[in-house]
């Protein structure tokens, strides 16, 4: 099994909510120690999404996050294609508008699925599952139905055995 994939969230989220920069400092330097020793890795679409907010945290993953964490999305065109397929056949059907937003070539879901299918990542993410849902297509169902697994950010550290 290959490195774990970081979703934008698991970013995001730490950096405003549970854990602040200026705050949580064991907390970052963990992140760092594991992205250096090729525990995690991204995509460019999160780094797209996280460069979006031109704030602290995309100084820090600039400054912190070695030169190869975010890999290139383009050579998953093919898994690509496969996640896109299982997300219109699925059932319920997702509403329109969630297809639309999950399609969208800037969007970073649909690729970082496509990317752990071809090496059998898992994915840290914050979405949570909604079998029934129609509105939004989240991480966790399609990977429920691809048999990837997602984590959270406490569930990431605890199967690596990390503490801080």
Same mark, same amino acid.
């Given at each position: &099994?290959?490195?774990?994939?970081?979703?934008? =969230?698991?970013?995001?989220?730490? +950096?405003?909510?549970?854990?602040?920069?200026?705050?949580?400092?064991?907390?970052?330097? @963990?992140?760092?120690?594991?992205?250096? #020793?090729?525990?995690?890795?991204?995509? %460019? @679409?999160?780094?797209?999404?996280? =460069?979006?907010?031109?704030?602290?945290?995309?100084?820090?993953?600039?400054? =912190?996050?070695?030169? %190869?964490?975010?890999?290139?999305?383009?050579? &998953?065109?093919?898994?690509?294609?496969?996640?896109?397929?299982?997300?219109?056949?699925?059932?319920?059907?997702?509403?329109?508008?969630?297809?639309? *937003? /999950? /399609?969208?070539?800037?969007?970073?879901?649909?690729?970082?699925? #496509? +990317?752990?299918?071809?090496?059998?990542?898992?994915?840290?993410?914050?979405? *949570?599952?909604?079998? #029934?849902?129609?509105?939004?297509?989240?991480?966790?169902?399609?990977?429920?139905?691809?048999?990837?697994?997602?984590?959270? *950010?406490?569930? &990431?550290?605890?199967?690596?055995?990390?503490?801080?």
């Amino acid at each position: &099994m290959g490195p774990m994939i970081v979703d934008s =969230n698991f970013f995001i989220q730490a +950096h405003r909510d549970t854990y602040p920069l200026d705050v949580a400092i064991s907390f970052w330097q @963990k992140i760092s120690e594991l992205a250096v #020793a090729g525990h995690i890795i991204s995509i %460019d @679409k999160v780094k797209a999404e996280l =460069n979006r907010n031109r704030d602290a945290l995309t100084t820090w993953c600039d400054t =912190n996050l070695p030169a %190869d964490f975010f890999v290139a999305s383009a050579p &998953m065109i093919g898994q690509y294609a496969r996640v896109i397929n299982i997300a219109r056949r699925r059932q319920p059907s997702y509403n329109q508008r969630a297809l639309d *937003t /999950f /399609f969208d070539a800037e969007e970073a879901d649909a690729w970082l699925i #496509a +990317h752990s299918l071809s090496g059998g990542n898992s994915i840290v993410t914050h979405e *949570t599952s909604q079998p #029934a849902g129609i509105a939004r297509v989240k991480i966790p169902d399609i990977c429920a139905l691809l048999g990837i697994s997602t984590l959270t *950010t406490i569930e &990431m550290f605890r199967e690596l055995g990390e503490r801080f």
